[in-house]
T-cell receptor
Framework: DVKVTQSSRYLVKRTGEKVFLECVQD?????MFWYRQDPGLGLRLIYF???????EKGDIPEGYSVSREKKERFSLILESASTNQTSMYLC?????????????FGEGSRLTVL | SQQGEEDPQALSIQEGENATMNCSYK?????LQWYRQNSGRGLVHLIL?????REKHSGRLRVTLDTSKKSSSLLITASRAADTASYFC???????????FGSGTRLQVQP
């Protein structure tokens, strides 16, 4: 069965801390994505990656960075966490095909920044 | 990237009734996908309909697509309490385009 695993389901961090959210997929997918989800705002795309060491900004990249050193792992980094980054973070992956195909999501990481 | 807009924002029905959710989008697409999200969990892919298809079925799900009106609908027949979730549409384009999502339709099925 395909699987996207996010390292932490719940995290509590303090303002100014550096936060790493890890995502691993076991499907040999080329494309990986990070979204955040907030009530009333839906899912918003933060960053995505087409392949190893490649990254593209999504709609709300400010305050975030990403790392994709290996195909199966895509990390989201909050260099200095702020309270407005309290949110649910969702990682997803998919095969790279000629059309925009099915996304496989992780279970989400709920981050609270105090 | 473009996102779909789901309507209504919330829907409450009784078990056994049908639930219909709508999606509108703005630019041309190659396909449109529907996803489901149980509270506090990740999204799960339900069905993909291509731009040259008008209707597609999967179990109790029926999806229609009208590219001239840039709209799609998701029908869940004979709903169950376990169908309670949020439902999202995602218009898809060429392979490198990222999918984006709106706020979804929150479906509540009362037992």
């Amino acid at each position: 069965d395909v699987k996207v695993t996010q390292s932490s389901r719940y995290l509590v961090k303090r303002t100014g801390e550096k936060v790493f959210l890890e995502c691993v997929q076991d499907m040999d997918h080329e494309n990986m994505f990070w979204y955040r989800q907030d009530p009333g705002l839906g899912l918003r795309l933060i960053y995505f990656s087409y392949d190893v060491k490649m990254k593209e900004k999504g709609d709300i990249p400010e305050g975030y960075s990403v790392s994709r050193e290996k195909k199966e792992r895509f990390s989201l980094i909050l260099e200095s966490a702020s309270t407005n980054q309290t949110s649910m973070y969702l990682c997803a992956s998919r095969l790279s095909t000629g059309e925009t195909g099915e996304l496989f999501f992780g279970e989400g990481s709920r981050l609270t920044v105090l | 990237s473009q996102q779909g807009e789901e309507d209504p924002q919330a829907l409450s029905i009784q078990e056994g009734e049908n639930a219909t959710m709508n999606c509108s989008y703005k630019t041309s697409i190659n396909n449109l996908q529907w996803y489901r999200q149980n509270s506090g969990r990740g999204l799960v892919h339900l069905i993909l309909i291509r731009s040259n298809e008008r209707e597609k079925h999967s179990g109790r799900l029926r999806v229609t697509l009208d590219t001239s009106k840039k709209s799609s609908s998701l029908l869940i027949t004979a709903s169950r309490a376990a169908d309670t979730a949020s439902y999202f549409c995602a218009p898809g384009g060429t392979g490198r385009r990222a999918l984006t999502f709106g706020s979804g339709t929150r479906l509540q099925v009362q037992p």
